[in-house]
């Protein structure tokens, strides 16, 4: 039979024969007639594949202890624990929420991959098994666009096999409340994936105009004050912003309209920018803070 397997699956092995260290990196099937059990090297099948193997095996339960990776972030997010020590390091960062099948079982590999992608090491932490969180140093001489989800995704998927759908959140700044952040990024990351299932990977702002609508008045304006990271008070700015949008981006027309120096008007934006994150002359970007102080901000 373990010849006939190896022909498809080149890792296939009977269990017996698998090394305790290696152990973790296979699933093990149970023949359901002959209780012969053997193991392949999980991510090696796709999910075709281990539907049809599974007309004539069952998997072998197994639980592996659980470790989050880091109990300081772990207990801060998911146990109501207290601001971790270790936020002092960072004035800014971003969070990047990965979920997906098999995380865990290939911590090792993943961790190494995500080190290699954002080319320093990462703070990552397990809520669970199937579900990441990457803390990601802000650096403001690095443009934050340089880090597609899409590109990250497609990376996990030929390098290691996985299946991944990956939400990037905004700018998150040491004095906010980062517990409140997170909630309402995790609650957008599942409300994008409800709305579009076919899609792997979502940033922050370029959903937020499907989800407003879906939204009570309440949770409107939290997503309002979420998106402009406290912004929101500074009225001058907001709606220096908002005829910005009204001028199509048009940095002389907005200066003109509104009897303002390029350099001031320049400086509003940047400010803008450097608080949440992003470019707000990107047309998503743009488009989705036009719709919130329109439809809040007035």
Known sequence: MINKLRQLF?????????LPSEKHLYTVYVSSHTSESFAI???????REEQLLELSFHQKS??????????EWYSYFNEDGPRPASLK?????????????????????????????????????FLEQNFLIVLLPDQKHVDP???????LAGILAADLLLDVFIYSGRRIHQEENIKYIYLEEKQLFQMARNM???????????????????????????????????????????DT??????CNLNSSLTAKELHMHRNTLQYRLEKVSDRIGIDVKHFPNAAALYILIKKIGD
């Open 10 to 18: 080149p890792s296939a092995v009977y269990e017996e024969n698998l």
């Open 41 to 47: 090297k999980t991510g090696e099948l796709n999910e």
């Open 62 to 71: 197994h639980s592996l202890p659980f470790h989050s990776g880091n109990p």
């Open 89 to 125: 390091q960072y004035n800014s960062f971003r969070l990047f929420y990965l979920q997906g099948r098999k995380l865990y079982e290939n911590q090792t590999d993943l961790h190494e991959t995500l080190r290699y992608y954002f080319d320093e090491q990462v703070k990552t932490v």
């Open 145 to 151: 666009e340089m880090f597609e989800a899409g590109e």
């Open 196 to 238: 579009f299932p076919k899609e792997r990977t979502f940033r922050d702002y370029e959903i937020l105009p499907f989800i407003l609508p879906l939204l009570e008045k309440p949770e409107q304006q939290h997503l309002y004050h979420y998106a402009l990271a406290g912004l929101e008070k500074e009225t001058e700015l907001v």
């Open 241 to 246: 912003l908002y005829y910005f949008f009204l």
